[in-house]
């Protein structure tokens, strides 16, 4: 597979070196899974250039419990939604999630705190060849970071 794509994160510098270097490539695959982590870790709105980027999961990182399978489907929808909106050289697309419950300790601060561990399969066909692909995130919910 060639590497015609541009790898995140942009590295400016190697364009200005005296060297006259190029940007670093990645492959098409690399490139989705790169897309679809910064897709799943920008709130809508917080994108300069297209405020409707993002994914609302992020609307749901502190919101109250009342259904965990309403909270899990709603979840898998909005990711699903965002990727088949944003992510243009994936068909096919099905997310599936598994959720558990973490304990965290900041050293430093010297706090315990429990959240929920999200891992997030996301799982398609390149629209280029119709090879299947998978894709797998962690994110921790409250509030949301990725590992």
């Known amino acids: 597979m060639r590497n015609n794509f541009y790898k995140l994160p942009i590295r400016f510098d190697s364009i200005f070196d005296e060297k006259g270097g190029d940007m ?21 709105g917080e994108h300069q250039f297209d405020k409707n980027f993002g994914c609302r999961i992020w609307d749901m990182d502190f919101e109250r419990v009342v259904s965990r399978q309403k909270w899990e489907d709603d979840f898998k929808r909005y990711i699903l939604e965002a990727i088949q909106k944003f992510e243009q050289r994936l068909r096919d697309v099905t997310v599936s999630i598994h959720i558990m419950e973490v304990v965290r300790e900041d050293l430093i601060m010297k706090a315990t705190a429990i959240k929920k561990k999200v891992i997030v399969q996301v799982n398609g066909k390149l629209a280029s060849t119709n090879d299947r692909c998978g894709f797998k995130y962690t994110l921790f919910l409250g509030p949301l970071s990725a590992e």
Do not use: A
């Open 24 to 44: 670093p490539m990645c492959s098409e695959i690399e490139s989705i899974d790169q897309h679809i982590e910064l897709l799943l870790t920008t709130c809508p």
